[in-house]
Nanobody, 114 residues
Framework: QVQLVESGGGLVQAGGSLRLSCTASGSIRSINYMGWVRQTPGNQREFVARITNIGGSNYADSVKRRFTISRDNAENTVYLQMDSLKPKDTAVYYC????????WGQGTQVTVST
């Protein structure tokens, strides 16, 4: 079992920045990659970014060059630095971990105002 705890969401104006954090606990050695998925107000679920346990990463086209995913292996934590935020980035952001099966955090709300 893997437990994920997210933090860092909030309200920000368009053009601003936020950083999300996700700390994993439990069977962390079984994790192959961690990432972020968001659910929009229209309930559409979208892949955002992910990072492997050796540091390889990939991003959704909609966030490339604005968002950066990174990890601190010593702290079992993954970060999502979000810059140049847009109103369409408004969503609940979920941390995910692939460890045999997909684990999900509780979600953190990000709201970007105009």
């Amino acid at each position: 079992q893997v437990q994920l705890v997210e933090s860092g969401g909030g309200l920000v104006q368009a053009g601003g920045s936020l950083r999300l954090s996700c700390t994993a606990s439990g069977s962390i050695r079984s994790i192959n990659y961690m990432g972020w998925v968001r659910q929009t107000p229209g309930n559409q679920r979208e892949f955002v970014a992910r990072i492997t346990n050796i540091g390889g990463s990939n991003y959704a086209d909609s966030v490339k060059r604005r968002f950066t995913i990174s990890r601190d292996n010593a702290e079992n934590t993954v970060y999502l630095q979000m810059d140049s935020l847009k109103p369409k980035d408004t969503a609940v952001y979920y941390c995910t971990a692939q460890a045999g099966k997909m684990y999900w955090g509780q979600g953190t709300q990000v709201t970007v105002s105009t």
